[in-house]
């Protein structure tokens, strides 16, 4: 097997490198229809998601099908991290209303499966854990959904993790992002073990609760180091997890040190089976919404 190896130091997230050129297997299709009624949607209900503001590269094929991934807490995050487009700066006030209007999109797409992820908001008491409480319970009473939530760490505030737990997603994912040498310069101000110790606690707390963590490669990672991450996550009852490729949101963002081929993914998603999660997607598009219905309902049949 091949292995992920970066052979040169890695470069400062200040650097301004030139995008490499994409290799054939990242090349996306022109929109579809349908798009522009997921988009009117959004628009008409002044919501953000994170298909837009990450600038995914799976937003054609989503929004073609009438889904999205609905990003609240506003659309300014507090923590500068090297690979992510969303903006960084002043925050506003939070939307009280915005519960009601992520439910009535969810209504109006018929969507059966919900992800709701946030900015990271280290600049209130409990991260917007309350808000995720909010808007978790007025989906689930307006449409009936499974809900999945993606929250940041919430500075590893215990109280917050656990108000998110009360109200009961089906799913609760937090992503480890990369490998723990390379927090420093992908996930600044965030914390490897913080990561962990939030997935710990949501099983301890609710061990039926699925959870679900993600990775992305080709940041300079090695092999070793990510299958160290991988066990990791299964010490702390990590059930499902998402690995995909690293894609440069533009020159100013940390540069891409490889691309991994899908054939080597599919040979990663193999061996990360075998350390025992109940389901692995891995590919260069997979992202941790991707399909994330689909991902959980198989593992949800299985569990029954």
């Known amino acids: 097997m091949l292995e992920i190896v970066n052979l040169s130091p890695p470069p400062s997230p200040s650097d301004v490198a030139p995008r490499r050129r994409l290799p054939p297997w990242l090349k996306r299709p022109l929109p579809e229809p349908g798009m522009a009624f997921t988009g009117s949607v959004i628009q008409d209900l002044r919501l953000e998601t994170v298909c837009e503001s990450a600038k995914c590269p799976n937003r054609t094929e989503c929004w073609s099908k009438q889904t999205a991934t609905f990003m609240i807490l ?17 925050t506003e006030k939070l939307e009280q209303d915005e519960p009601e209007r992520v439910a009535e999109a969810a209504a109006r797409l018929g969507l059966r499966y919900v992800v709701i992820t946030s900015v ?11 808000h995720f409480y909010r808007c978790v319970l007025a989906v689930r009473g307006r449409t009936g959904a499974t809900v999945e939530v993606l929250t940041p760490d919430f500075m590893g505030n215990r109280e917050a993790i656990h108000r998110v737990i009360e109200s009961r997603p089906e799913v609760f994912n937090h992503n480890t992002e990369t490998v723990p040498r390379l927090y420093h310069r992908v996930r600044r101000n965030a914390d ?20 679900k963590s993600g990775l992305m490669l080709g940041l300079g990672e090695t092999r070793e180091e990510l299958f160290d991450v991988l066990a990791d996550l299964r010490s702390v009852g990590c059930d499902m997890l998402t690995l995909g490729q690293y894609l440069q949101p533009s020159p100013e963002h940390l540069p891409v040190e490889r691309y991994v081929p899908p054939e080597e993914f599919d040979e990663i998603g193999v061996d ?16 941790s919404s991707y399909h994330a219905g689909e991902m959980a309902g198989e593992i949800m049949t299985v569990a029954e």
Do not use: I
Request: charge should be positive; proline fraction near 6%.
């Open 192 to 211: 490897y073990r913080r990561t962990l110790d939030l997935l710990l606690q949501v099983k301890q707390t609710a061990p039926e609760m699925t959870t």
């Open 272 to 287: 990360a089976r075998k350390l025992g999660f109940s389901l692995v997607a891995s590919g260069p598009f997979v992202r």
């Open 120 to 130: 990271t908001r280290d600049d209130l008491r409990d991260g917007g854990a309350d």
């Open 74 to 90: 506003g659309n300014v995050c507090t923590r500068p991290c090297g690979f992510c487009s969303v903006p960084k700066g002043k």
